[in-house]
Every structure is written in structure tokens, then in C-alpha cells.
């Protein structure tokens, strides 16, 4: 499995000792399940702009409607206010 170096300051590492010790964990797996749990969380974020710019450009002509001081003036031209 391909590995990474990771540099921490001295006070990082002790406060990393000491959670590790807290969680009766070790400080590899500490700084990995921390690592996993912010790709998951960048994923998730990824994927919820991505649904929402899908939903928003499927629902553009209701939310013009809804919203017709938001639009800029250009692109209110054809659209049912």
C-alpha cells in the first residue's frame, strides 16, 4: 500500500499523541481515519454542487419567476416572469 510522509510541529505530534492515547488508537490510524473522513466529506460536498447546479438549471425558468430581481437583464428576455 503506498505510504506518506507527513510532517507535524512538535506541539502537533504531542497533541496527536494524546488523542491517539485518548481514543486508545494509534496515531497512524488516528491521522488516517481523519484524512478518510475529510475525502468523504470533500465527495460529498462535490456531489451536493453538482446536484444542485443539475437541479437549478433543469428548474432555471422557475426560479427566474419566483425570483425576477435576481435575474440579470439579459437573460430575462423570453422568459415568463
Known amino acids: ?9 512538535d506541539r502537533e505530534l504531542e497533541d496527536l499523541r494524546q488523542m491517539a492515547k485518548e481514543r486508545g488508537t494509534s496515531m497512524k490510524a488516528l491521522v488516517r ?3 478518510a473522513a475529510d475525502i468523504v466529506r470533500h465527495r460529498a460536498l462535490k456531489e451536493g454542487a453538482e446536484a444542485f447546479r443539475e437541479f437549478f438549471t433543469a428548474h432555471a425558468d422557475e426560479f427566474a419567476a419566483a425570483f425576477p430581481d435576481d435575474e440579470p437583464a439579459a437573460k430575462t428576455e423570453g422568459r415568463a416572469v
Not at 500500500?1 to 510541529?9: D, G, I, K, Q, Y
Open 33 to 35: 481515519e481523519a484524512a
Open 1 to 9: 500500500m503506498p505510504a506518506l510522509n507527513v510532517e507535524f510541529s
